[in-house]
């Protein structure tokens, strides 16, 4: 008797479980594309750390109340996601017919553009998403950096792509925001706003939505509308806008690194920002020239030999705080590395080898030091190159400004 009393018990609690959160097969949960893939919206959630269960409805339904190991008993995947501050995150599920696109079954989905009832869009293109693949089933997680706090609906648009008939296929959810609602209280400062710092004054001009769509942008990539800004920078000075970007009060930023030309005044993201409060726009900006005896370090001529062989000993060198290592990965290329990141302490570099030209550069930042390999594109052509980097402190200009409509 008591063994049918835990089984009864048992179904009870999944009938009530299965009442309420079923509703992701639903419209606003799950839809099918034109070539057959089935795109759920498995999780959306804010905060620290984001989990996801997937499989079939009863592993997902069942395995969202166990731990891992014991969802991986009745078939479920667990996915997570952490983040260090609260984010928007939100997992999709794509299942399909084995190799219904590419072969092999690869495929991809990008981009994904977030809208909400506040006057907000953003577009995500999942480069850097969590991705979890199969042969028939593909799980993404993109993070959002900035979520609408004024905003009650997500609109969500995803556009995977169909590698059989070279489109963009289109889903549509609609979902609550499941993120703190909460008024900003910044006072946003009426345009033009002008920042000094050290005598190099920098202008914010406009802050500017367009009523209207961009249009289609290379792969497809696109956002429904745009923001544009207007900045000014003292004429001839020796710096650039190296990145824009939008935060609100929680800390986190929209954008990226642009770098854009010292004579350029105006930049555009593929974002929409409420009206209905003052966001931050921040300008960073690098030095392009007139470095410190202690920014700039130029290495005596550096040889090509005849043969691929690495130095005898790397050229060293520790500049403004930095340690930098250059050393030979054949005749052809050089390994640069600096330790640690400039970046990660607010610091900006360049790398050249006087007029020689670079065919392909590639390599990263891991936080803790830079590492980049730079192949020269005729290296044959010259017997001897002197290599320049500079390692300067970044500057940032914010200001809290809204948006206006963009003129016609």
């Given at each position: 008797?008591?063994?049918?009393?835990?089984?009864?018990?048992?179904?009870?609690?999944?009938?009530?479980?299965?009442?309420?959160?079923?509703?992701?097969?639903?419209?606003?949960?799950?839809?099918?594309?034109?070539?057959?893939?089935?795109?759920?919206?498995?999780?959306?959630?804010?905060?620290?750390?984001?989990?996801?269960?997937?499989?079939?409805?009863?592993?997902?339904?069942?395995?969202?109340?166990?731990?891992?190991?014991?969802?991986?008993?009745?078939?479920?995947?667990?996915?997570?996601?952490?983040?260090?501050?609260?984010?928007?995150?939100?997992?999709?599920?794509?299942?399909?017919?084995?190799?219904?696109?590419?072969?092999?079954?690869?495929?991809?989905?990008?981009?994904?553009?977030?809208?909400?009832?506040?006057?907000?869009?953003?577009?995500?293109?999942?480069?850097?998403?969590?991705?979890?693949?199969?042969?028939?089933?593909?799980?993404?997680?993109?993070?959002?950096?900035?979520?609408?706090?004024?905003?009650?609906?997500?609109?969500?648009?995803?556009?995977?792509?169909?590698?059989?008939?070279?489109?963009?296929?289109?889903?549509?959810?609609?979902?609550?925001?499941?993120?703190?609602?909460?008024?900003?209280?910044?006072?946003?400062?009426?345009?033009?706003?002008?920042?000094?710092?050290?005598?190099?004054?920098?202008?914010?001009?406009?802050?500017?939505?367009?009523?209207?769509?961009?249009?289609?942008?290379?792969?497809?990539?696109?956002?429904?509308?745009?923001?544009?800004?207007?900045?000014?920078?003292?004429?001839?000075?020796?710096?650039?806008?190296?990145?824009?970007?939008?935060?609100?009060?929680?800390?986190?930023?929209?954008?990226?690194?642009?770098?854009?030309?010292?004579?350029?005044?105006?930049?555009?993201?593929?974002?929409?920002?409420?009206?209905?409060?003052?966001?931050?726009?921040?300008?960073?900006?690098?030095?392009?020239?007139?470095?410190?005896?202690?920014?700039?370090?130029?290495?005596?001529?550096?040889?090509?030999?005849?043969?691929?062989?690495?130095?005898?000993?790397?050229?060293?060198?520790?500049?403004?705080?930095?340690?930098?290592?250059?050393?030979?990965l054949n005749r052809a290329a050089l390994c640069l590395t600096i330790s640690p990141s400039p970046a990660a302490r607010?610091?900006?570099?360049?790398?050249?080898?006087?007029?020689?030209?670079?065919?392909?550069?590639?390599?990263?930042?891991?936080?803790?030091?830079?590492?980049?390999?730079?192949?020269?594109?005729?290296?044959?052509?010259?017997?001897?190159?002197?290599?320049?980097?500079?390692?300067?402190?970044?500057?940032?200009?914010?200001?809290?400004?809204s948006p206006t409509p963009l003129p016609p």
């Amino acid at each position: 008797m008591p063994r049918l009393n835990v089984i009864a018990w048992a179904a009870a609690i999944a009938a009530v479980a299965a009442v309420c959160f079923w509703p992701d097969e639903g419209k606003d949960r799950a839809q099918r594309l034109p070539d057959g893939t089935i795109v759920r919206l498995a999780s959306l959630s804010y905060g620290k750390t984001h989990r996801c269960v997937t499989g079939n409805i009863f592993q997902r339904l069942f395995g969202g109340f166990l731990p891992a190991p014991a969802a991986g008993w009745i078939g479920a995947k667990i996915h997570s996601v952490s983040n260090a501050t609260d984010r928007l995150v939100i997992f999709f599920d794509l299942t399909q017919q084995r190799n219904a696109r590419a072969p092999g079954g690869g495929y991809t989905a990008t981009p994904l553009i977030v809208s909400d009832d506040a006057g907000n869009e953003f577009i995500e293109n999942g480069e850097n998403a969590y991705r979890s693949q199969s042969s028939n089933e593909l799980v993404m997680a993109f993070d959002i950096p900035l979520a609408g706090h004024l905003s009650k609906k997500l609109h969500l648009q995803l556009k995977p792509h169909d590698y059989v008939k070279n489109v963009y296929c289109q889903a549509d959810f609609n979902a609550l925001n499941p993120g703190p609602r909460s008024l900003s209280h910044w006072q946003g400062e009426k345009l033009p706003v002008t920042r000094q710092r050290d005598d190099f004054p920098v202008t914010l001009r406009a802050m500017e939505s367009s009523a209207e769509a961009l249009g289609p942008s290379e792969e497809g990539r696109r956002s429904h509308h745009w923001t544009r800004f207007r900045y000014q920078l003292p004429p001839g000075a020796p710096w650039r806008v190296e990145a824009l970007k939008v935060g609100d009060e929680t800390g986190e930023f929209y954008g990226a690194s642009q770098q854009l030309e010292p004579s350029d005044s105006e930049q555009d993201l593929n974002a929409l920002f409420s009206s209905q409060e003052p966001w931050k726009v921040r300008l960073e900006l690098e030095r392009t020239a007139d470095f410190a005896s202690n920014e700039v370090w130029t290495s005596p001529p550096v040889a090509f030999p005849k043969t691929p062989r690495r130095f005898a000993e790397p050229l060293t060198t520790d500049l403004n705080g930095f340690h930098v290592v250059i050393d030979r990965l054949n005749r052809a290329a050089l390994c640069l590395t600096i330790s640690p990141s400039p970046a990660a302490r607010g610091y900006d570099w360049t790398f050249k080898a006087g007029d020689a030209k670079f065919d392909s550069i590639g390599g990263g930042d891991y936080g803790y030091q830079i590492v980049y390999s730079y192949t020269f594109a005729q290296p044959n052509e010259r017997d001897s190159v002197q290599l320049t980097l500079s390692i300067a402190k970044t500057r940032s200009m914010d200001f809290i400004v809204s948006p206006t409509p963009l003129p016609p």
